[in-house]
């Protein structure tokens, strides 16, 4: 249960910061420190989404799972959606 309380308070850290960055916009902060703050943001969730990719692989996925084909595949697809980057 830490670790859900872990990982959302971090999610509200993050929602802060996207308010904080949208303030920026509407107040016409120089655009470097905005694309400063976008990456901090972007670093922030990329952080959370490992721990919770962590999670899944320790708790959700279980070792007989992984014998049948379509788990195999369920997995391969949620590995690649997560390591995609724009």
């Known amino acids: 249960m830490a670790e859900k309380d872990d990982v959302l308070l971090r ?15 509407e ?9 400063i703050q976008i990456s901090a943001a ?3 969730l990329n952080n959370i989404s490992g721990i919770i990719l962590e999670n899944y692989m320790n708790n959700c996925v279980k070792q007989d799972e992984l014998s049948s084909p379509d788990e195999i595949a369920k997995l ?5 959606k997560y390591t995609k980057q724009n």
Request: aromatic letters at 4%; one cysteine or more.
């Open 11 to 25: 999610l509200r850290k993050v929602e802060g910061q996207i308010k904080g960055i949208q303030k920026m916009v």
């Open 27 to 35: 107040d016409g902060k120089y655009c470097g420190d905005i694309l």
């Open 42 to 44: 972007r670093s922030a």
């Open 76 to 80: 391969i697809n949620i590995m690649l």
